[in-house]
């Protein structure tokens, strides 16, 4: 397991952008899968964006390909959330979250460290 701690939300028009930061402490960051989640009021939790070890290899859910971009840089021990063209069903708590699983997984009861969240509101 290891720590992690999300930043960058915020308001902004739909149509608008914001990058996420999560920044993870530990020892085995780098040999960690990661991923983005969110959550709004009344739904599930969902996959937003998967990477890889080494960040070769990436997934996402169907709702964002083409606008948000997932990576990381594990030097600095730190993934992130680009996301762009913002719409208002957008809006949710964003967490990263870290799998010991050898393949990117979308279910996050499958997922053993978790951030505490950071909130993103698209407005119309």
């Known amino acids: 397991q290891v720590q992690l701690v999300e930043s960058g939300g915020g308001l902004v028009q739909a149509g608008g952008s914001l990058r996420l930061s999560c920044a993870a402490s530990?020892?085995?960051?780098?040999?960690?899968?990661m991923a983005w989640f969110r959550q709004a009021p009344g739904k599930e939790r969902e996959f937003v964006a998967g990477?890889?070890?080494?960040?070769?290899?990436?997934s996402y859910a169907d709702s964002v390909k083409g606008r948000f971009a997932i990576s990381r840089d594990n030097a600095k021990s730190t993934l992130y959330l680009q996301m762009n063209s913002l719409k208002p069903e957008d809006t949710a708590v964003y967490y990263c979250?870290?799998?010991?699983?050898?393949?990117?997984?979308?279910?996050?009861?499958?997922?053993?460290?978790w951030g505490q969240g950071t909130q993103v509101t698209v407005s119309s």
């Open positions: 990477i890889t070890k080494t960040g070769i290899s990436t």
């Open positions: 530990g020892p085995i960051f780098s040999r960690t899968n």
């Open positions: 979250a870290g799998s010991t699983f050898i393949v990117l997984i979308t279910d996050p009861r499958k997922y053993v460290s």
